[in-house]
């Protein structure tokens, strides 16, 4: 089974700063979709940027991006010129290529942002 | 679109009462996801549907729990009987296709007490 793993339950960026949370996970597949998804207080679940597989070319979204290194199965999410609206739950999620795409979620990241 | 949409937003109920929760999906999205979220556990999987068929129901926690699809534009999620730590906040998502992003609705709080 594939699992999701952030291994930082918190972290602090003060703004305009940048700020990279880490993923790793846990697959024997060679077709997949990774994404972030971001979770502000008012717990809607905000997708903020995806990144297939079979894609060598980190993906990117205006002020985030990613690292994505498959052989190492890392994924982490950078936040560049942090803002006050960035504070929110960050979650990494797996989901399988094939036709049974289970979507899968870590522990979450709670990111804060300081004035 | 209207997104996804969860009733109700929040529900307390009794303990030993039944509870069920609502899911429309985006229209045309043929992936379907039941998830639940505590500060413990994080977000679980529940249930994942494909063309209204249960593909993975591993996630339901015990017999008390049941999902359905009847059709493609509802879902629900039902726990009987209720126990105090079945409260969390439950979220449904959809996806147009089954390597795609899935869009969250603003999800159930549920308060057993």
């Known amino acids: 089974a594939q699992t999701v793993t952030q291994s930082q339950p918190e972290m602090s960026v003060q703004e305009a700063e940048t700020v990279t949370l880490s993923c790793t996970y846990d697959?024997?597949?060679?077709?997949?979709?990774l994404f972030w998804y971001k979770q502000p207080p008012s717990r809607q679940m905000i997708l903020v940027i995806r990144?297939?597989?079979?894609?060598?070319q980190n993906a990117t979204e205006n002020r985030f991006s990613v690292n994505f290194q498959k052989a190492a199965k890392s994924f982490s999410l950078k936040i560049s010129d942090s803002q006050l609206g960035d504070a929110a739950m960050y979650f990494c999620a797996y989901r399988s290529g094939g036709s049974q795409g289970n979507l899968i979620f870590g522990k979450g990241t709670k990111l804060s942002v300081k004035p | 679109d209207a997104g996804v949409i969860q009733s109700p937003r929040h529900e307390v109920t009794e303990m030993g009462q039944e509870v069920t929760l609502r899911c429309k999906p985006i229209s045309g999205h043929n992936s379907l996801f039941w998830y639940r979220q505590t500060m413990m556990r994080g977000l679980e999987l529940l249930i994942y549907?494909?063309?209204?068929?249960?593909?993975?129901d591993s996630g339901m926690p015990e017999d008390r729990f049941s999902a359905k699809m009847p059709n493609a534009s509802f879902s629900t999620l039902k726990i009987q009987p209720s126990e105090p730590r079945d409260s969390a906040v439950y979220f449904c998502?959809?996806?147009?296709?089954?390597?795609?992003?899935?869009?969250f609705g603003q999800g159930t709080r549920l308060t057993v007490v």
């Open positions: 998502a959809s996806s147009l296709v089954f390597w795609a992003e899935a869009f």
């Open positions: 697959t024997s597949e060679s077709d997949y979709y």
């Open positions: 549907f494909n063309n209204n068929v249960p593909i993975d």
């Open positions: 990144q297939e597989a079979y894609k060598q």
